[in-house]
């Protein structure tokens, strides 16, 4: 059970959260950015753009930035988390991540040498180099930004904006891990796994996108677990009901965590998924094996509204269609 | 006739100059996060780095940020620029730049209206759509990095670190444009040229390459015409010794500009480029019909020194063993 927790507690928190409030910018920038190109199948609102390529390869391309508190915070953990996020953002779509390329803005020695630390680390650990970028050695700020390159098949990846009505939602989540030292809304369940369990836990969403077992998917990040999914029906333009009591939890006493912190959490491994009735058992196995947590946590409506319900009561999170999280149109952008 | 000029004073000009000094702890970034990947055939030291796909396929992958103080003095330009120089570094590869991921961390809403109007401008004049990226809309600073994906075939691709002694040294400039208003080590070249144009240049270097028709090249960037060839041939292990009469150039005294800011100067559109003698004509030739002016400016020898001359005077710039530019040894980074 979930102590000490109401419909309207974690509405509020995910809703006014900044992870989610910060994505509200987005839907004006890919407005002003759009420009004809009929082999990008998709891009914004998407966690990577895929290119279509001879055929039927997809080369994938994405990038993410490190908030630069987290950088001031904690340099090692940005310059993994740089990495990590990356890689999230190609595995989520049931692609392979290839390569990186990094632009470092650095203002001391420390900061460098920290960063570069941490990029090495999580490069080492997933199997997938740097290989080139940009360094500004005499900024006033310091600033990791990654790009990276993945690749797959146009029939096996995983979209966001997918999910169909009566779909189910799945939660898939690393527990075993610890609150990060440097960061009370980051859940480390990495750092301290080997290189064979990170990369099986990667790709498997290669295999869930070659099996069909899914209908879209995310992988988890800043926004956490219900800011995630409000995005994913975003661009799917569909909405959820979901049971907070389903959704895979550490052990919240255990680590003197409240499940409003829990919901917002950045999760080290964690994807949300959708799948039909009859692959959901299939899928959780799967994350099981490789030691994810993965539970069916709700079901996708047409509604656009994402609703969270516990021991009978129930709060709206999101109303998609008045507010939005990225202020993407859902049939704008998400596939062109 | 070069004006008021020695090669003293350009040496000076050059080696000095923030543009090359910068460059300097490359070599160290290298070392730090170098991991195997046999799959990357070129990373460090290339305009982009290369991956094999699918046998003779080439997968491109390129980064870069734009300076601090460009993004102060004037954001359209440096949103332009962003775009421009990620799709030089593809370009002068002799790949097809297809597409362009952005991080962009904004200060205010006028800065971050006219960079992305600036990126929006020249990723709609060479046709090289922005795919998505990342947006840190409330940061105390202000900047915009940009990671660019390419697509080659293997045999066609023109590298940095393939100069050959003997070789002749060439370079290609569009020299008709302005000193930037907002930069003076900027030559605007482009903003005022028609889409077709642009793009006949880009696609200049992909015949090059398919055609075999050049052994090395570079696109002319931040450190200049001679820094950048410095950095052509510290990766190349080689030296070269350069006729400074023999540069293009535009009316100098007509643009207020002395000869020692020409050779620093960042061109919209320029390229060093090696050559066997046979191809030389031929190269600058084709440079001439997409309106950029192309000339043999001197020859690649084995002495690891980059030396110019004026009138029978010569100076060398660098000593590519002992200070080198980037800190790449050339043996251990260029082509891995």
Partial sequence: MVRDCSTDSVAKAVREYEGVTRKREIGGMIRALRIEAPEVIASFG?????IRHNGDDALLLAADGIWSR???????WAGYCAVLVNIHDIAAMGAKPVAMVDVLSISSERIRTEV???MVAASTQFGVPIVGGHLHPDTPYSVVDVAILGTGRMDDLIFSHTANEGDQVIAAIDLDGRIHPSCCLNWDSVTMKSADQVRAQIALLQELGAGRLVTAGKDISNPGILGTLGMLLEVSGKGAVIDLEAIPRPDLAA???????WVRMYPGMGFILTARDEHVDEVCRRFAAVGMAAASIGRVDGTRNLTVT???ARTEVFDLDRDGIMRIFA??????
């Fill in 255 to 261: 680590h003197g965590m409240p499940f409003e912190q």
């Fill in 46 to 50: 998407e966690d990577a753009a895929v």
């Fill in 70 to 76: 987290l950088m001031e915070a904690d340099p090692f």
């Fill in 310 to 312: 516990y021991l009978g």
């Fill in 331 to 336: 049939d704008e952008d998400a596939c062109r």
């Fill in 116 to 118: 570069t630390r941490g």
